[in-house]
Each structure stands twice: as C-alpha cells, then as structure tokens.
C-alpha cells in the first residue's frame, strides 16, 4: 500500500512556472506518473519516472517545460512546470504503479494522489 498526498499547483498566468509535488508514505518503491485532468476532458499522461529516477517519459504536448523528478530520500515526486499555457489548466495527479517499466496509461497506475488544480490564465 502507498499513500499519496500532493501540494503545489495555484492560479498563475501564462508562461509562469509551478512546482507540484507529492508525498508517499508506506511502501515507496513504485513508478511514478503525473497525469491531468481539464474540464470536460479525458485523463491524459504528462510525465513518467522509474524507481530509480534514471529514465522520465514525457507527452509530447508537455516536452521541454516539464520535468519529472523525485528524492527518494524524501518520498517525493515533483513537476516542474515552465512557460505554462492556459491550455495546461488542469486537476494534475500523481500516480503509482508497482510494475517496473514506466508507463502512460493510466490504468496500469494502482494508487493516486487527490489532484491539485493548476490554472494558467492568459
């Protein structure tokens, strides 16, 4: 078992930066994935990081403004956010899966944080 609980995110104007980040507390040796949420809209990936911390895996759509991170000294997976876009608004989510690879779907993730809302205004 894996508990998740995110921080960060906010209201912030295009081509500001954020720093959402999310905590583990139980069993912690999980791949870890970011996905987001916008209104009326399907889950979608954004960012992917081994156990390890070694390999990331990013959408398209967020490559080069968004970095996957974790200190597993601390139990925590950030995002880091830049140049941000009013199409990033969104409830992000970190997620977990038990498996070893990295992946973007969403259903091989077992648990998941609450989400936290980004909002990018223009």
């Known amino acids: 078992q894996v508990q998740l609980v995110q921080s960060g995110g906010g209201l912030v104007q295009a081509g500001d930066s954020l720093r959402p980040s999310c905590a583990a507390s139980?069993?912690?040796?999980?791949?870890m994935g970011w996905f987001r949420q916008a209104s009326g809209k399907e889950r979608e990936f954004v960012a992917a990081?081994?156990?390890?911390?070694?390999?990331?895996y990013y959408a398209d759509s967020v490559k080069g403004r968004v970095t996957i991170s974790r200190d597993n000294a601390k139990n925590t997976v950030s995002l880091q956010m830049n140049s941000l876009k009013p199409d990033d608004t969104a409830i992000y989510y970190c997620a977990a899966r038990a498996a070893v690879t990295t992946s973007s779907d969403s259903y091989s993730y077992d648990y998941w944080g609450q989400g936290t809302q980004v909002t990018v205004s223009s």
């Open positions: 139980g069993r912690t040796s999980y791949t």
């Open positions: 990081i081994s156990r390890s911390g070694i390999t990331t």
